[in-house]
């Protein structure tokens, strides 16, 4: 059994300490990266939303609360470590355990989920539900009204701020039934009018060169870079994010288990 006045303990000690020290910063880091990816700057949950699986926003959730979790927890291990009590090492290696099994879940599911947001995915959801005129029977269909409104509002907002339009571009809207053909004749408009060129009053610059496709006044490239590229970069970035911490965390309550059997009962 080691003596706590030695100085090789005191060392080892400092060295779980600071050890933990890194964790505690970690865990607030990546809080606040699952904070931004949760604040949705882009608005585009409720593209996730809709497509009936938003588990990366889940995963976003469950490493908010690991990254507090992980930062309460290192902060009462470097108390433990320094008082060099058993039973608070044994709290705070069963606390690491819990939050580190939370942590694993959290990063394989934002480091896999990335596969789900194929062009086809929000292909099928653009045509079904863009500009679909709201239901009638309230309150029992809230969330239908949910999704139809937020999907065309959400739509009109990145075509018009990235200039772009569609999925692939502005032949989605004439190669595919949708509920917009349905609304609106090819003849009048065959793509929405957040296709078209802007002013700098939100007034369409052509209306007739929009309307037959003539660059510059018809954006001709496609939106899914700025819808998947967003939750792709920053859904792999808390998963990696995510992984580190779990590398660093495990060799840290490795060195906390090896000093715990070290002192005296």
């Given at each position: 059994m080691v003596?706590?006045?030695?100085?090789?303990?005191?060392?080892?000690q400092?060295?779980?300490?600071?050890?933990?020290?890194v964790i505690a910063c970690c865990g607030?880091?990546?809080?606040?990266?699952?904070?931004?990816?949760?604040?949705?700057r882009d608005h585009l949950y409720v593209l996730v939303?809709?497509?009936?699986?938003?588990?990366?926003?889940?995963?976003?959730?469950?490493?908010?609360?690991?990254?507090?979790?992980?930062?309460?927890?290192?902060?009462?291990?470097?108390?433990?470590?320094?008082?060099?009590?058993?039973?608070?090492?044994l709290v705070y290696i069963l606390l690491m355990i819990f939050i580190f099994a939370f942590e694993v879940a959290s990063a394989i599911t934002a480091?896999?989920?990335?596969?789900?947001?194929?062009?086809?995915?929000?292909l099928k959801q653009m045509l079904e539900n863009y500009n679909k005129p709201l239901p009638q029977n309230l309150p029992s269909t809230q969330d239908e009204i949910y999704k139809n409104s937020g999907i065309t509002s959400t739509w009109n907002m990145i075509m018009?701020?990235?200039?772009c339009c569609g999925v692939y571009g502005p032949q989605d809207w004439l190669?595919?039934?949708?509920?917009?053909?349905?609304?609106?004749?090819?003849?009048?408009y065959p793509w929405p009018r957040q296709c078209c060129l802007q002013d700098g009053t939100g007034g369409i610059v052509n209306v007739n060169a929009c309307k037959i496709g003539v660059e510059p006044y018809l954006f001709t490239q496609g939106c899914y870079d700025y819808i998947a590229g967003p939750l792709i970069r920053q859904g792999l970035g808390v998963s990696w994010f995510g992984f580190a911490i779990l590398c660093w965390t495990f060799f840290?309550?490795?060195?906390?288990?090896?000093?715990?059997?070290q002192l005296d009962s």
């Open positions: 003596a706590k006045s030695d100085i090789g303990v005191r060392c080892f400092a060295f779980l300490a600071w050890g933990n020290f607030l880091a990546l809080m606040a990266m699952c904070i931004f990816f949760i604040f949705d939303y809709a497509t009936g699986n938003d588990s990366i926003w889940r995963a976003a959730w469950i490493g908010l609360f690991t990254g507090f979790a992980l930062f309460c927890t290192a902060v009462f291990g470097m108390y433990a470590v320094l008082k060099s009590k058993r039973g608070l090492l480091a896999t989920h990335k596969d789900w947001f194929v062009p086809n995915l929000f018009t701020e990235y200039q190669q595919y039934n949708s509920q917009f053909r349905q609304q609106n004749s090819d003849s009048e840290v309550v490795i060195g906390v288990m090896f000093y715990y059997t």
